[in-house]
């Protein structure tokens, strides 16, 4: 089959250097009309480099892009629009002060007598709101809109301009689960009406579900592909890793110990009118599993004492702890890895050495002094133990992948000795491979005595590493599952506020 008249778009041997680093290494792939292509790879294996080029962006060194078998040059991002090709970032390009129409057609506003002509805005940019499936005003302003309803009217201003390749970067990482499922109705409409999608997702299980086709690069080349009826989760994970994962998730459960995290009638102030209890044994992996909202991510940061308790108990390796602050509660063993490790888990502007000295600088203090000795020695060992890659301890945190941030969150923590980890969604937004690391981490911690009290969506994570999972539900702890009873249909039954299934 000749393959410049049957796809739309393709890549041909593409290479791209950047100083000191090789990013694309004579990658090469085809897109079809239609066609969901996934495109998978660790951090640093070049997926950003490719889709940035496609996108105009950037431009290759060597190599050729072909367009209905033609060959093209994507000198610019205008040039890719005009051509049909658009990228959705991760982080969202919107105006959030303009409405919805002003969004769509911005920069492109039509126009009567010299001004823009709001009523055919309005009512042009409901005519691609429908096609994402998006019942809402023209004129709603943005940033009214959750990030779910934002990610739609992106989609939107990107048919306007009648694109036939949509770029889709983590779709899905700040998405509640109906708004994913939301975006693979639309995803699959699109792709009916002959626009082409690449798919760029951690999020194995969703690639299963949405792609027709996978492409893996590793290391700046490509690593294979998959057909559709050969996606499956172990072979995807195999293509990026170069090896064998059948120890993926490596917890082996263990007779745990003494109690070490007591809570009881504790009232967060976001679900006042529930009262939580629960209990963690040293040694122990507890997941934490439920819907968006349910109150997973409240119910750490009320134990962290970010957001004081209205009301309960908590006690910490036997002893009565008022949490009223972040200072008494880590003074008492606890420790939180938040969900947004750039918001609240780093300082990105700051070196690696400084952020693992972060939260042990009021116990290391000397004569009221920063201790540098003791800053070095514990950056130095962190970064060995956490597996930190970096040139050194003085590379800026943003420089890292987000895997690697998070290892650096993980080692601020680590250095205080903590008796009870908080883990808010450990893995998202990381590659596999760091994933990995991230597991065995959290098993080695467990084995060594440590308690682990983890919130996840991702439930093969949830089912894959933890002794035993409570579920939410709408502030409520609704239900707790031993490791025997572990299963998707178990939990969800009780993430919904159904009754547990019986054993």
Known sequence: MDEKKTS????????????????LHNVSLTLAKGEVLAVLGENGAGKSTLMKILAGVQSQDSGELLLDGKPVVIGSVEAALRHGIALIHQELNLADNLDVAANIFLGREPRKLGFIDKARQG???KQFLDMVGLDIPPTTLVRDLTIGHQQMVEIAKALSVNARV??????????????????????????SRGVSIVYIS???????????????????????????????????????????????????????????????????????KHELALSLRAGEIVGMAGLVGAGRTELLLTLLGVTPALGGSMKVGGQEVLARSPVAAIAAGLALVPEDRKQ???????????????????????NGFLNRAKEDEISKEMVERMRVKTPSDQQLVQFLSGGNQQKVVLGKWLAMNPKVLLLDEPTRGIDIGAKAEIYSLMEELAAKGMAILFVSSDMEEVLGMSDRVLVMHEGRITGELKRDELS??????????GEAIPA
């Open 8 to 23: 739309l778009l393709a890549v041909k041997n593409v290479c791209k250097r950047f100083p000191g680093v090789r990013a």
């Open 123 to 125: 009512s042009a940019a």
């Open 488 to 497: 998707e249909e178990a939990v969800m039954q009780l993430a919904t506020g």
């Open 344 to 366: 609240q888990g780093v300082i990105l502007e700051m070196a690696v050495r400084e952020n693992m000295s972060l939260a042990s600088l009021r116990r290391d203090q000397k």
């Open 166 to 191: 949509l770029i889709m970067d983590e779709p899905t990482s700040s998405l509640t689960q109906k708004e994913t499922e939301q975006l693979f109705k639309v995803i699959q409409d699109l792709s």
């Open 202 to 272: 951690h999020r194995l299980s969703e690639v299963r579900t949405v792609a027709h086709r996978v492409v893996v690069l590793r290391d700046g080349e490509n690593a294979g592909e998959l057909a559709t009826a050969d996606i499956t989760h172990d072979a995807m994970v195999k293509l990026m890793v170069g090896r064998e994962l059948s120890q993926y998730y490596p917890h082996q459960p263990h007779a745990p110990g003494e109690v070490v995290l007591e809570v009881s009638g504790l009232r967060t102030p976001v679900h006042p």
